[in-house]
Nanobody, 121 residues
Framework: QVHLVESGGGLVQAGGSLRLSCAASGSIFRINTMGWYRQAPGKQRELVATITTSGSTNYADSVKGRFTISRDNAKNTVSLQMNSLKPEDTAVYYC???????????????WGQGTLVTVSS
């Protein structure tokens, strides 16, 4: 079973930066797309950024130019560099991975427990 653990969340002032990291562990055969989602209080969970195994990225319009997603396939990690943070970026950020298992053969979505990012004015 694959588990995801996030780190790097915390409190930062507007205009500051944070770097979130996520490490996958367990019985891993293959990890396809990885990404980050976030959920603010009273709002639905939304896409922040995704990255494929080949490095193709996708960003929400609200974070383009400010956030950068990257991954290390050898280490099974994905990171999110967040610059020029705004109060509206405040949310719980969740790591996501699409994983492939062989026994039984199946594709699963795996989620981390979430890490809180708070951006003050």
């Amino acid at each position: 079973q694959v588990h995801l653990v996030e780190s790097g969340g915390g409190l930062v002032q507007a205009g500051g930066s944070l770097r979130l990291s996520c490490a996958a562990s367990g019985s891993i055969f293959r990890i396809n797309t990885m990404g980050w989602y976030r959920q603010a209080p009273g709002k639905q969970r939304e896409l922040v950024a995704t990255i494929t195994t080949s490095g193709s990225t996708n960003y929400a319009d609200s974070v383009k130019g400010r956030f950068t997603i990257s991954r290390d396939n050898a280490k099974n990690t994905v990171s999110l560099q967040m610059n020029s943070l705004k109060p509206e970026d405040t949310a719980v950020y969740y790591c996501y991975a699409e994983t492939v298992e062989l026994r039984p053969p199946r594709v699963l979505e795996v989620w981390g427990q979430g890490t809180l990012v708070t951006v003050s004015s």
